[in-house]
């Protein structure tokens, strides 16, 4: 990992993407012993309305709060990708929810993954989870913090009773993303 890093995940209340930047600023704070600040945005509405979660980590002391440009920019609905698309740093990465966001014109200078978070929370019989599936996948593609650390801190942050269920999400999630990965380096 650079230095710093900017991260930016965006979706809809309703989707776990507040709990997702908590989960992955206390992975990165608490696990990995960096610097980590989280900020939230969202709007009125208690479900549905659009939600981003800022996370800024670093080896340095973090001064600044705010994602301007995220290096990393993961997107669970349309709605958050035409809000912040434009924001992504050229050289950044993009992950997003391939069943519920579709590209018009794809970023250039930019790594794209799809992964169908939503679509795997489904099968598991809980769609409440797709955040957590989400998390599993930046754990093999985003570069962010290790697949321990983000394992940890999800389950120092979910629900009691709930940690055999979030696991399995986190899990295929990564799995997911490991097996995307593999193929992506394939020769054709």
């Known amino acids: 990992m650079s230095e710093k ?3 930016r995940l965006a ?3 309703g989707q776990g993407i507040i709990l997702s930047g908590h989960i992955l600023g206390k992975a990165a704070s608490l696990f990995e012993k960096k610097n980590a600040v ?3 945005s969202y709007g009125p509405e208690a479900r549905g309305g659009s939600c981003s979660a800022d996370v800024v980590i670093s080896t340095q002391t973090v001064h600044y709060p705010k994602v ?3 290096s990393l920019l993961v997107i669970m609905s349309q709605g958050a990708w035409a809000t912040y698309g434009s ?3 050229p050289g950044g990465t993009l992950i997003l929810d391939q069943d519920l966001v579709t590209l018009e014109k794809e970023p250039e200078s930019v790594t794209i993954f799809r992964v169908p978070a939503t679509r795997i929370a489904e099968e598991m019989g809980k769609k409440i989870v797709a955040n957590i599936v989400m998390l599993g996948a930046v754990a093999a593609l985003g570069g962010v913090v290790s697949y321990e650390s983000l394992k940890k801190s999800v389950l120092a942050s979910i629900p009691p009773g709930t940690e055999e269920l979030n696991v ?4 295929k999630g990564h799995e997911f993303g490991v097996d995307l990965l593999k193929r992506l380096k394939a020769p054709a």
Do not use: K, R, V
């Open 5 to 7: 890093q900017e991260i």
């Open 11 to 13: 979706g809809f209340g």
């Open 38 to 40: 989280f900020t939230q």
């Open 68 to 70: 301007g440009n995220p």
């Open 87 to 89: 924001s992504l740093n």
């Open 168 to 171: 399995s999400a986190f899990d």
